[in-house]
């Protein structure tokens, strides 16, 4: 999985921030990467976090290890580990989550389920993650036009 988003344009070339589908991998394996830790990787460190899988359970394990110790040699220090959500709710098609409907009506948008249910999970995951109050907000409505829900 290499797709960047549009909404992520203005950093992706230098890939100064975490890209969503990093953001993805990090939920799913369980790892804190903090963006002063990203900022120490350098750019191969980076695009191979980019770049290694993490669907299947050994791909998690070798993504987290990887993670793990790039974060040790590169910082030197331990990276935090995160509870893994055994039902995440960008994988549930079925269910728009409150902070996405909340944000989203905010914006003045109506998601159907049946919109929902059409969007990859990285995309459901995007619109998780710029829904929540303690993110930044302001691609929320960007995605929402990149992903046809607008």
Known sequence: MTQFFQFEADFVASLRCIPMQVRLKLDTCGVKLKLTHWHQFNQDDRQALIELPCETTADVQRYQDFLHQLI?????????????????????????PDSVKTKAEESGVAIAIHQWATLAPVQRFALIKLSRSNHENANFLPALKEFHLV
């Open 72 to 96: 040790q040699d590169r910082t030197g220090t331990t990276a935090s580990d995160l509870a893994i959500d055994p039902a995440p709710a960008w994988l549930d098609s079925s269910t728009i």
